[in-house]
Structure formats: C-alpha cells, structure tokens
Nanobody
Framework: VQLQASGGGLVQAGGFLRLSCAAS????????MGWYRQTPGKRRELVAT???????NYADPVKGRYTISRDNTKNTTSLQMSRLKPEDTGVYFC???????????????WGQGTLVTVSS
C-alpha cells in the first residue's frame, strides 16, 4: 500500500488549504485513515482520523477548523483546513490502517508528508 499526499503550501493566517491523500497499490481493505503533523524537534502528533464508516476524531487545537473526509470508492482521504494559524505549520502526513491482501495482517502505512506553512 502506497500513500501519496498533496496540497500543502504557503498560506497566510486566516486562510485555508485542502490536503489530499490517495492510497494505491495492492489494497485489500482500509480501516482508519488519518492525518498527523510533525514540526522540528517534536513528535508526530495526531491531527484527525476517520474510520471506514465515517466516524471522525480531531485533536483539540483543530476542532471546528479542520474537516477530514474520505472516499472509500477511491481510497482517498482529504483534510480541509480553515482559519489557519501560524502554529498549524508543519509537515502533514497521511496514514492508513490497511491490509495489502486478505491474508496479511493490518498494518500502518504512511505517506511522504506535505509541508504546510502558515505565515502571520
């Protein structure tokens, strides 16, 4: 399973961005998909997750500003980010809990990360 994230960039505070992530390759099933953020010197931290049936979970700092969604038919997930703040800056990684084939165990797969920079 390969994950390809896109949509990062430079935006002013108060603006918005939409990140997208597409899973490809050998995919039997995908359970939870999510987005994480990492900044220099810090651990990768959860931003938002979405289960296959659409249940969502958000980190407190992004609640009400970010919306995660997914398209199970296309194996994609998106993160709509609005009212961005400088502290939202970081490299955003998408991940997926998935099976590459029916006989393989569930594993966590990561995309390559996309940089989001919010200027003040």
């Amino acid at each position: 399973v390969q994950l390809q994230a896109s949509g990062g960039g430079l935006v002013q505070a108060g603006g918005f961005l939409r990140l997208s992530c597409a899973a490809s390759g050998s995919i039997s099933s995908i359970n939870t998909m999510g987005w994480y953020r990492q900044t220099p010197g810090k651990r990768r931290e959860l931003v938002a997750t979405i289960t296959r049936d659409g249940s969502t979970n958000y980190a407190d700092p992004v609640k009400g500003r970010y919306t995660i969604s997914r398209d199970n038919t296309k194996n994609t997930t998106s993160l709509q980010m609005s009212r961005l703040k400088p502290e939202d800056t970081g490299v955003y990684f998408c991940n997926a809990e998935a099976r590459s084939s029916w006989y393989n165990p569930l594993s966590i797969f990561w995309g390559q990360g996309t940089l989001v920079t919010v200027s003040s």
